[in-house]
Nanobody
Framework: QVQLVESGGGLVQAGGSLRLSCAASGSIFSTNIMGWGWYRQAPGKQRELVAAITSGGSTNYADSVKGRFTISRDNAKNTVYLQMSSLKPEDTAVYYC?????????WGQGTQVTVSS
């Protein structure tokens, strides 16, 4: 069984920064990992992809966060990070970590990010 534990969310003023972390534990084989993703879901909206990173290190970002957010990973720690800068009130949402392995994917419980204006 694999568990994802997110941390780093909180309340921040517009223009501020936060760093989210997501650590995976359990039966994980690094060779089975295909990639990681960060998603977010604001009230009344669908969950959307914010950033993703493949096992090879390629990254992809939603247009709304390009230039402000950076996804990275530590393979030795089975951990993925999301550095968020220049935060805006519209970034307010619950942020979810996603781990994609061969034939399956896992989700974290979510961490709240609130950006005040």
């Amino acid at each position: 069984q694999v568990q994802l534990v997110e941390s780093g969310g909180g309340l921040v003023q517009a223009g501020g920064s936060l760093r989210l972390s997501c650590a995976a534990s359990g039966s994980i084989f690094s060779t089975n990992i295909m990639g990681w993703g960060w998603y977010r879901q604001a009230p009344g909206k669908q969950r959307e992809l914010v950033a993703a990173i493949t096992s090879g290190g390629s990254t992809n970002y939603a247009d709304s966060v390009k230039g402000r957010f950076t996804i990275s990973r530590d393979n030795a720690k089975n951990t993925v990070y999301l550095q968020m800068s220049s935060l805006k009130p519209e970034d307010t949402a619950v942020y979810y970590c996603n781990l994609v392995v061969i034939l399956y994917s896992y989700w974290g419980q979510g961490t709240q990010v609130t950006v005040s204006s």
